[in-house]
Each structure stands twice: as structure tokens, then as C-alpha cells.
């Protein structure tokens, strides 16, 4: 902001905590969202979750009723859908006051729907909310969460998405909906793609045996391909907590190294795209819990760095999922102008540790960051999941403007504004250098 704005009176000082308090809570609530992780897909996608059983049915939902129960992890799984939402209303709310964060934020989403939770009646919300005609819900949602745009997961080994991307006509995409490339398969499992790499028409060796110049070529152009099809914001992969760069321990390990750097690097920077690096999952802890299955595990921040330094001309916006490992990740940031630390992933998106590690990273970083994600798999998600998290980065905000206004210093109007309106997008569009 200029100091012109001031003087030309489109801000003034805050003066007072209340008042301050008041318009930093107005800003945040009114400031629309670029939601930069989420599992949501346009509304003509097959796989686009939405609606009362899909929201009871939340893996994390999963998880928290079937620890509570005796109930064979089978024959939840084979319980049509609706009746593994009874089984989970029953159980997580009925038989159990539903105060975890995830049962919290469906009540949260149902209440800003416009139903009374109070009324308890399951079978009432299933009514208001049934015959939904998708595309107008999906504009509900999107105004009632204040969404500006969303970025998907789009994974070129799933069918399902392969199948959708390549008949799609990029000129008829909904522009609210942005693409990012996810790699899980190439960098986690080279072994099992190469052979639907060859079948795709990529002159790669089947076995995988082979990671040879002209291998990492056609990878380059494989992941070229899909950035012509997808036009993604960023290229994103989701890593164990033992991931490590480079790595060399291994076969396994020394591919990953090599396909991070003679392939996807090179990529990202020749197309300008950031490499988002999500680590610390720990997939399949308990594989009878299948999508619900997956653990935590503190992971390398050295990694990160190594990687940062290594390619100073690439950009990353990186994703920690264990609590210890958010201090470092905050303090790398600090070193490295291409590292972008970003959202309270998964485990962390519960108002205890977001409002821990948004402080955190505002005396770190400042408003340099990018504080939240969603991570959202069912539309109607991004409702609860915003209010929460805007709730608690505007008191956090607040705070940090308090302990200004302690020392004399009085932030105005248009610096609030400013400051709101990078960290719940401005941050993300600006390192990715360009405008939605
Ligand atoms: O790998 C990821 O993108 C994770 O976010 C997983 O999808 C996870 O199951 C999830 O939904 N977390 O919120
Ligand atoms: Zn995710």
C-alpha cells in the first residue's frame, strides 16, 4: 500500500483493540479464499463428493467411529453408504457428544446450510439436502464457504481422471477449479508405472530397469504432456516421513533421487511451476481402515533445505504433517526465498495446533507464508473447514496487531486489508507468479 492511499484518505489508523479486533474479524470473514489444496473437482466430475452421507462418511469420520465400536473393519466397508452414516451418527454423535474437530465441522457445515442442528434429526438434514442439483450447490457452497477458487488433485495414473482430462476441452474447464499435477505414482511407485508408461506410448524400459538418458526424457515429456492437458497452478507429490534428498541408500531410493532431478526439476522450471512437497505421511498404518488408514511420522526439514539450495531456481511450497517438524520448516523458510511453507495439513487442521503454528509463523515470517488449505474431499467441507480456520487466523492476526498497537504503532484500514488478503491467496498467486 502507498503511502498515497493514506493521504488520499482510502485509510485510516486503528486506534483502539476493539476496533482493530472488529476489522481485522471483517476483513477475514469478507476476504475471498484461494483454497490451494483440496480432493474437489468440478461439477461434471464423476468422483466429486457432495451431501449429508458423503460429510458423515469423511475417512477422519471413519477412523473416530470405528475405534469407538467392535464392529469388523469388513463389514463396515461392505454397509452400503447410508447406513455407514447411521453407523457413524450413532456413534460419534448420538452415543457420543460429537466434539472432535471433524464432527464439529459437520454441524458447522449443516448450521450455515441453514438447518437446525438442534433438532438432531438426521433424517430431516438427509431431506433438506436431497435433490441437489450439483452445479447450483457447488455455487452455494463456493459463496457460503467465500471461496474464490480451488486447486483439485489431479493424479494422470488415476483412471478415472485420465479418462476425464483427456476428453475434456481445456476452453470449457470451470475457471474456479484449478489443476495441480500429482506425481504420488512416478516418484513412490516407478516400478509399478513404468509399464503403463510404455503402454501410454513412453519408450521407457517396462520393468523399470532401465533410468537411462533417454528414460528421463520421456519422463520430462510425459510430465510436459500433462502440463499442456491440466495447465496446473503447481506439481505436487505427497512423501513418507523417511523421504530424503538425495538418497542413495537404496535403488528404490537413488531412482527417486534421479527422477526428482533429471525430470521433475527440470520441468517445474521450465514451465515456471512450483514442486509442492507434501511429507510426513506414513501410508497404510492400518490398511483395514483403507482410506482412513494413514499414520504420521516426523520427517527430514534438512531435506527440504538441501532442496531449496540445491535449485535456487525452482520455487517449493512445501507441507509438514508432524507438529515437531513445523518450528525448522518456519525457520528454513527463513533462509530460502523459494521455500513457501503452507497450511496446517490433515492431523494439523484442528484449532488447538493452527492457532499454534499460524503464531508461530507470523513471528517467524511475517505474513510471508501461506497459512491454510483445506485439504477438503467433499464439497460441502470447504464450508466448515474456512470458518474455522478464518476464525482462528483473524484472532491470531489480531493478536499480532495487538502487541503493534502496544508500541505506538497504529495499523491502518488498508494494511489490514492488504495483509488479509495475501495470506488467504495473495501469497499463493504472487509465488506462483501470476494472477488468477
Ligand atoms: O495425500 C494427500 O493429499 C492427503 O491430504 C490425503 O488425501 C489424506 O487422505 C487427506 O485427505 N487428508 O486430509
Ligand atoms: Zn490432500
Redesign the pocket.
Known amino acids: 500500500m502507498s503511502m498515497d492511499d493514506v493521504s488520499s484518505g482510502k485509510s485510516r489508523p486503528l486506534t483502539s483493540v476493539s476496533e482493530l479486533r472488529s476489522f481485522v474479524r471483517q476483513m477475514v470473514e469478507k476476504t475471498p479464499v484461494t483454497d490451494i489444496?483440496t480432493?474437489l473437482y468440478p461439477p461434471d466430475f464423476p468422483q466429486l463428493l457432495y451431501g449429508i452421507d458423503e460429510l458423515l462418511t469423511y475417512?477422519?469420520l471413519i477412523a473416530e467411529a470405528l475405534r469407538v465400536t467392535s464392529l469388523p473393519y469388513d463389514a463396515f466397508w461392505q454397509l452400503p453408504r447410508r447406513e455407514q452414516a447411521d453407523f457413524i451418527w450413532e456413534n460419534l454423535f448420538v452415543n457420543r457428544s460429537p466434539v472432535s474437530e471433524a464432527c464439529r465441522g459437520v454441524l458447522t457445515t449443516l448450521a450455515k446450510l441453514g438447518l437446525d442442528v438442534g433438532t438432531r434429526d438426521l433424517a430431516g438434514f438427509r431431506t433438506a439436502l436431497s435433490g441437489l442439483h450439483v452445479s447450483e450447490y457447488v455455487d452455494r457452497v463456493f459463496a457460503a464457504a467465500n471461496l474464490d477458487r480451488v486447486v483439485m488433485?489431479n493424479d494422470p495414473f488415476d483412471p478415472v481422471e485420465r479418462e476425464y482430462w483427456l476428453r475434456r476441452d481445456p476452453a470449457a474447464r470451470d475457471p474456479r477449479f484449478l489443476a495441480a499435477l500429482r506425481i504420488d505414482p512416478l516418484l513412490l511407485s516407478w516400478r509399478q508405472v513404468t509399464s503403463q508408461l510404455a503402454e501410454w506410448g513412453y519408450q521407457v524400459s517396462p520393468d523399470g530397469s532401465r533410468l537411462d538418458a533417454q528414460t528421463t526424457g520421456e519422463v520430462r515429456r510425459f510430465l510436459a504432456d500433462w502440463i499442456e492437458r491440466l495447465q496446473p497452478v503447481y506439481l505436487a507429490v505427497?512423501l513418507p516421513p523417511e523421504f530424503a534428498y538425495p538418497d542413495h541408500s537404496g535403488p528404490e531410493q537413488t531412482i527417486r533421487t534421479r527422477l526428482i532431478e533429471e525430470a521433475v526439476l527440470p520441468v517445474a522450471r521450465e514451465h515456471g511451476l512450483p514442486f509442492a512437497l507434501?511429507i510426513g505421511?506414513k501410508r497404510q498404518v492400518n490398511p483395514a481402515l483403507r482410506?482412513a488408514g494413514?499414520g504420521v511420522g516426523k520427517a527430514s526439514v534438512t531435506s527440504v533445505e538441501r532442496l531449496c539450495a540445491g535449485f535456487p531456481d525452482v520455487k517449493f511450497m512445501v507441507t509438514m504433517l508432524s507438529r515437531e517438524n513445523q518450528h525448522e520448516l518456519g525457520v528454513a523458510a527463513r533462509k530460502f526465498r523459494n521455500l513457501m511453507p503452507f497450511g496446517c495439513?490433515?492431523f494439523l487442521?484442528n484449532p488447538s495446533l493452527i492457532t499454534e503454528i499460524t503464531r508461530m509463523r507470523l513471528e517467524l515470517l511475517g505474513t510471508s507464508f501461506i497459512p491454510q488449505h483445506s485439504?477438503a474431499?467433499v464439497l460441502d467441507q470447504v464450508i466448515y473447514k474456512w470458518m474455522h480456520s478464518r476464525a482462528i487466523i483473524g484472532e491470531v492476526l489480531s493478536n499480532q496487531y495487538e502487541l503493534l498497537l502496544q508500541t505506538g504503532w497504529q495499523p491502518m484500514t488498508a494494511e489490514v486489508e492488504r495483509d488479509v488478503a495475501a495470506l488467504l491467496g495473495g501469497n499463493f498467486w504472487d509465488f506462483i507468479g501470476r494472477r488468477p
Open positions: 489444496h480432493h475417512h477422519y488433485t505427497s507434501m505421511v482410506v494413514d495439513w490433515w487442521n485439504d474431499r
